[in-house]
T-cell receptor
Framework: GAGVSQSPSNKVTEKGKDVELRCDPI?????LYWYRQRLGQGLEFLIY????????KSGLPSDRFSAERTGESVSTLTIQRTQQEDSAVYLC???????????FGSGTRLTVV | GQQLNQSPQSMFIQEGEDVSMNCTSS?????WLWYKQDPGEGPVLLIA?????ELTSNGRLTAQFGITRKDSFLNISASIPSDVGIYFC??????????????????FGEGTQLTVNP
């Protein structure tokens, strides 16, 4: 597609439930990134995929967080046993190559109640 | 990890005024980027800086990559109402960055909320 697409745009979930967030990067972009943005704060790196290389998971805050990407296509970010502190906007971005400027999606606003 | 200090946190200005915001870091970066975020949207890249001392303009926006590689500023001239939003600086790579070899991870500042009064 023309831009990075994320779904759902909003998600309200009960504490303890699992959630899955989806990102469709720009076609042909080999690099894909997930960031978290808490209310009124900057963006916090979560995970980075580059082609078929092992992902950089160093930003994942706990083992409740995981992400997958098949080839150079869709990625899913899964949060298990959600907690209230997981409430944030989760932003996905892609770039043609590692080191290029990112294009961000509009994000998924997650609210854990 | 690396920290970026961005200031000011917020600015309230009149239309037509010039604006300046900056970011500083305790460690060096190889690339500085400036993004703007509108409500409900992801950040959009405004300017990218790749070389220490580089001064780059994009319309009414001007940004500089500090000589020490530890700071950058963004200036907006003759502000207009649509400049309203949150501006973020971001740095990539540099000394002591464990992601230097991959070179793609960005460290973001906390943002500057800009309000322009017509």
């Amino acid at each position: 597609g023309a831009g990075v697409s994320q779904s759902p745009s909003n998600k309200v979930t009960e504490k303890g439930k699992d959630v899955e967030l989806r990102c469709d990067p720009i076609s042909g972009h080999t690099a894909l990134y997930w960031y978290r943005q808490r209310l009124g704060q900057g963006l916090e790196f979560l995970i980075y995929f580059q082609g078929n290389s092992a992902p950089d998971k160093s930003g994942l805050p706990s083992d409740r967080f995981s992400a997958e990407r098949t080839g150079e296509s869709v990625s899913t970010l899964t949060i298990q046993r959600t907690q209230q502190e997981d409430s944030a906007v989760y932003l996905c971005a892609s770039s043609l190559r590692a080191g290029d400027g990112y294009t961000f999606g509009s994000g998924t606003r997650l609210t854990v109640v | 990890g690396q920290q970026l200090n961005q200031s000011p946190q917020s600015m309230f200005i009149q239309e037509g005024e010039d604006v300046s915001m900056n970011c500083t870091s305790s460690s060096i970066f190889n690339t500085w980027l400036w993004y703007k975020q509108d409500p409900g949207e992801g950040p959009v890249l405004l300017i990218a800086l790749y070389k220490a001392g580089e001064l780059t303009s994009n319309g009414r926006l001007t940004a500089q990559f500090g000589i020490t590689r530890k700071d950058s500023f963004l200036n907006i001239s003759a502000s207009i109402p649509s400049d309203v939003g949150i501006y973020f600086c971001a740095g990539r790579g540099g000394n002591g960055d464990p992601q230097e070899t991959s070179g793609s991870r960005l460290t973001f500042g906390e943002g500057t909320q800009l309000t322009v009064n017509p």
